[in-house]
């Protein structure tokens, strides 16, 4: 029940030592961007478990992707 009117989007990969492929933070922003025009969420509503809870999800690689494409000249930001 922690996810009720929020969607969890899952990126599988270990991301405190690895870093996403190319392919997997463009499906990633494809997928959050077309589920943001279908529900009509603002970019500011899009957060990472860490930004929610305490804990290391999604990892430092990912979270500072998420940061960085959320930023006003990001990627999903633009979308």
Known sequence: ???ERNM???VMGNFM???PTPAALAALD???A???RRFAVPL???KTHQELAPTACPGTNLQRYM???RS???RLALA
């Open 44 to 46: 500011w509503k899009v």
């Open 1 to 3: 029940d922690q996810n």
């Open 72 to 74: 006003t000249r990001g």
């Open 8 to 10: 969890g989007v899952m």
């Open 34 to 36: 077309s589920q943001m």
């Open 67 to 69: 940061m960085d494409t």
């Open 30 to 32: 494809a997928f959050i």
């Open 17 to 19: 030592e690895q870093r």
